[in-house]
Every structure is written in C-alpha cells, then in structure tokens.
C-alpha cells in the first residue's frame, strides 16, 4: 500500500517564513551598518585631506613671515583677536619680484577662511590695512574679493605666538620681539583635544 504524501502545515510555513524574514532582517541591518561606516569614514578622510591642506598653506604662511630688518607695521602678526590670526609675509609672483601681502586666517561660520590681500605697495597703504583690521574692521572690507574656504565643520581656531624672552604669548607686546614659531590650533565637534600646527617662522 502506497503511503500517503503529506506537505508542509501552515504552522510550519509560518516558521519558515519568519525565519526568512528575521535573516533578512539581520543582513539588512548588517549592511546598513557597513554602509554607515563607510560614508562616516570618507566624510572623515575627506576632513582630515583638508586639515592637511590647510596645515601645509599655514606653514608656508609663517615660513615666509616678514623679517625683523623689514617690519614697517610693528609686529607683522597678531593673534589677539578671537578666532582670527593676522599676518604679513612676502610673496614671490611670477616676474621673479617679491612683495608683500596681508594674510588673515579667520573662523566664520564653521569654516575656515584664508583672506589674501594684493600686494601692499606703499608703506600708506600698509599701514592703513593693517591698522584698519587690528581695529576691529571686517576682512572683507579690507582686503575685497572673497575669502578661500579651506576646512569646514570646525568649532574653534586659535592662534599664538612663540616670541623671544616671552614664552607664549596671546597678545604681542609692541615692541619689535623675535616671533620664533606660530601655533594654529582647530577644534572638531565633541573633541576635547584640538588639531595644532607649530611651525617655526626662522626669524633670527
């Protein structure tokens, strides 16, 4: 006698399926998380490539700071002003001549801004833009044109200055002192630590 052909119940069709769908569960959540991960790590690399670039252009800034023999202005930095650091530095253009520009990295809006201005000609000229921005006047008014933006998604910035015989100092005294390095420092977000540059002005 032929035995008789017996499928599967519902009970065991419910089961199957909810197996079926907690695994698709599990898989979809599982590359959710790997996609998350993903994105936050490059939107993190691509943080630290402009951190990086931003750290490179401020070295050069302070390498081609002014010298003692040629300060026409006082000292030709100024991190006294929240969140802002002034400089003067010489500039090669491509005549082969070198000139002098007023340099301004500023935090405005989470991002951080580097103003450049033409070449200063006249001591006038120079006097006037730098006084006109230690005296609290708007970048843009300054140095006209539009800032370029060389990181995003920061907190803070701050600046100091390394000066002979004074340590550290926040505010530079106005007498002509040896500004022996520059420290640029940005903060993140939830970082209780920030990200700093020294890099040394080779004033001797």
């Known amino acids: 006698m032929c035995c008789e052909k017996r499928g599967f119940t519902l009970l065991e069709m419910m089961v199957a399926l909810f197996l079926m769908a907690l695994m698709s569960l599990l898989a979809w959540r599982a590359l959710d998380a790997m ?68 340099v301004t990295y500023l935090l405005h809006q989470g991002d951080v801004e580097r103003w450049e201005s033409p070449p200063l000609g006249s001591r006038l000229e120079w006097l006037g833009k730098w006084t006109a921005l230690q005296q609290g006047e708007d970048p843009g008014s300054v140095y006209g044109g539009d800032p370029v933006v060389l990181l995003k998604g ?50 001797d």
């Open 35 to 102: 996609v998350r991960t993903r994105v936050s790590l490059e939107a993190r690399g691509q943080q630290f490539d402009a951190l990086k670039r931003l750290f490179d252009q401020w070295t050069g800034d302070c390498a081609a700071m002014d010298t003692p023999d040629g300060w026409q202005a006082g000292v030709p930095v100024s991190v006294s002003v929240p969140e802002r650091i002034d400089m003067i530095r010489s500039k090669a253009w491509p005549d082969g001549t070198r000139q002098r520009v007023m």
């Open 154 to 203: 920061a907190e803070g910035l701050t600046g100091q200055a390394f000066v002979e015989g004074s340590g550290v100092a926040g505010r530079l005294p106005a007498a002509f002192p040896l500004v022996r390095g520059l420290e640029l420092s940005v903060f993140w977000p939830g970082q209780e630590f920030p990200y700093s540059r020294i890099c040394l002005t080779g004033q």
